[in-house]
């Protein structure tokens, strides 16, 4: 079993996905995460001044949210069973990246009426119009996950966007209209090893 | 023989990769190119809601790179193993990145905002990110980023780097003489500039 250590913040944001597939997988890791004040002693020991980063048995190091879920993802059975199912996979995921890059300003947002408003127009502008196109697209995949017939680490995307802080927060009506997202990301919610590390995982602001 | 269509606005953008990746192994495709007018047309039909979009025997995949890395992995230019691919993954979202940071430059209209927010890019993102690039093209010592051989990866920094050095000036990598070198080589693959001279002429 190789070793993994992954390199992030203490909060959830783009080391999360991560987090969550080894969780689900089982697989053992050193969930190293540091303060904010700590960041400039290790800035410049990643590869692109940018975590997170995965350190592979001590001495290989890799950088970018996507690319060190997807490695984890496909080392441990969550990718999807052929090269097709693989590339619908990540098309999802990296549907995934753009929502996250959509919600960024809200989330910084100090000001709690500014907040709502920004965040009301990004779930308007940018995620009713995705969710509409990902139930159809659920619907018609049939069997309830969004590739193939079994989770993938794209299951787990949706869920880990789907339940930030200030998705929890703010996002009560979000998924009203998609009803089968709703269940799917309950069901990846309600897996043993998620339910596990969600309960005793740092309680975090992002 | 697979067929692919791929479809996308007549400009290079967020489609040019997977062309390059296809020319450069030299893979027969529809380049299905519309004008920004004719694109309602098309929106509806597409998985998101957005373009590029690849068909693989009328079958739809979404998703700029997600594509481009189906066909390097389909086409021999992904990487030689599972680390290879992820190191190549890790720089083509690297350039993923970068080409989110152009955007509110190349939609600014006043010229001297877009000189300034351009300033601003290229000293706290691009020069930064430069700087550890050439770190690990020297590391890496192929003069690839990956590995022994040419990956998407080479053919992403490419496509960044080239434009904007045109529409910039030299000196956005002057500083980096291992990637002006990658730049300059996979400017000069054959297939590669055999499709630069004869692509449609577009503005991004």
Not at chain 1, 124 to 146: A, F, R, S, Y
Not at chain 1, 151 to 178: C, H, N, Q, S
Not at chain 1, 181 to 189: D, M, N
Not at chain 2, 165 to 181: A, C, M, Q, Y
């Amino acid at each position: 079993m190789p070793g993994y250590k992954l390199y992030y913040f203490n909060v959830r944001g783009r080391g999360e996905l991560s987090r969550l597939i080894l969780h689900y997988a089982g697989v053992p890791f050193d969930d190293f995460r540091f303060e904010g004040k700590d960041w400039p002693a290790f800035k410049s020991k990643m590869p692109f001044g940018q975590v997170p980063v995965l350190e592979v048995d001590g001495e290989k190091m890799l950088a970018q949210s996507h690319t060190i879920a997807r490695y984890l993802a496909r080392q441990h059975g969550l990718a999807g069973q052929n090269d097709w199912e693989q590339s619908q996979a990540d098309m999802y995921v990296d549907c995934i990246y753009d929502l996250h890059g959509a919600m960024r300003t809200p989330t910084w947002e100090t000001d709690p009426v500014k907040q709502k408003e920004l965040f009301d127009k990004v779930n308007q502008d940018t995620i009713q119009p995705h969710l509409e196109k990902v139930e159809q697209h659920l619907v018609k995949n049939g069997g309830g996950h969004l590739v193939g017939q079994g989770l993938t680490w794209a299951d787990i995307a949706y869920y880990a966007y789907f339940t930030t802080p200030i998705m929890t927060r703010l996002g009560g009506e979000v998924l009203t209209k998609a009803p089968h997202l709703k269940k799917l990301i309950e069901t990846v919610g309600n897996n043993p090893n998620i339910q596990k590390y969600v309960e005793t995982r740092p309680v975090t602001s992002g | 023989m697979v067929h692919y269509k791929l479809i996308y606005f007549n400009l290079r953008g967020r489609g040019e990769l997977a062309r390059l990746v296809l020319h450069h192994q030299e893979v027969a495709f529809e380049d299905f190119r519309f004008e920004r007018e004719e694109w309602p047309k098309y929106k509806a039909g597409t998985p998101f809601g957005q373009v590029p979009v690849l068909e693989v025997d009328g079958k739809p995949l979404a998703q700029s790179n997600a594509i481009a890395r189906y066909l390097a992995r389909q086409h021999g230019l992904a990487g030689q193993n599972e680390w290879e691919q992820s190191q190549a993954d890790m720089y083509v979202d690297c350039i993923y990145d970068l080409i989110s940071g152009t955007r509110p430059i190349i939609y600014e209209t006043d010229k001297e905002k877009q000189k300034e927010i351009l300033q601003k890019f290229l000293k706290e993102t691009v020069n930064p990110h430069l700087e550890k690039l050439e770190q690990q093209l020297i590391k890496n010592g192929t003069g690839f980023l990956v590995g022994k051989s040419i990956t998407w990866a080479d053919l992403a920094y490419y496509s960044f780097f080239s434009p904007m050095t045109e529409r910039f000036g030299d000196s956005v990598i002057d500083n980096s003489p291992h990637l002006k070198k990658l730049v300059e080589h996979v400017a000069n693959i054959p297939q590669i500039k055999k499709y630069v001279e004869t692509r449609p002429k577009t503005t991004l």
